[in-house]
């Protein structure tokens, strides 16, 4: 069972950084791909980015390429996403999910995701 807690969510103006943090409790934390979806209200949940579990691959959505930075320090357990110039439209609640994948895949399906955090809300004000 792999437990994920998110953290680092809240209220920030358009254009200024905030940091998610999702912390992971499983000693096999090295065979997990790691992402990060969002849900905004009204909207179904959507990828945002992947890490292999080795943190050399990425992978992310068009709509926060280039703007967004996943993380990953697994002698931490944690897997980190820098928001850099955050958007009205990216206020959403934001999940953590953990995906096995010893083989260093990144996973954008959430489908193919087995564990998932309850979330962290991020509001972008003007």
């Given at each position: 069972q792999v437990q994920?807690?998110?953290s680092g969510g809240g209220l920030v103006q358009a254009g200024g950084p905030l940091r998610l943090s999702c912390a992971a409790s499983v000693r096999t934390f090295i065979s997990y791909a790691m992402g990060w979806f969002r849900q905004a209200p009204g909207k179904e949940?959507?990828?945002v980015a992947a890490i292999s579990?080795?943190?050399r691959i990425t992978y992310y959505a068009d709509s926060v390429k280039g703007r967004f930075t996943?993380?990953?320090d697994n002698a931490k357990n944690t897997v980190y996403l820098q928001m850099n110039s955050p958007?009205?439209?990216?206020?959403a609640v934001y999940y953590c999910?953990?995906?096995w994948s010893p083989r260093g895949t990144v996973l954008s399906d959430a489908a193919e995701y087995d564990y998932w955090g309850q979330g962290t809300q991020?509001?972008?004000s003007s």
């Open positions: 994920l807690v998110e949940r959507e990828f579990w080795s943190g996943i993380s990953r958007k009205l439209e990216d206020t999910a953990a995906g991020v509001t972008v």
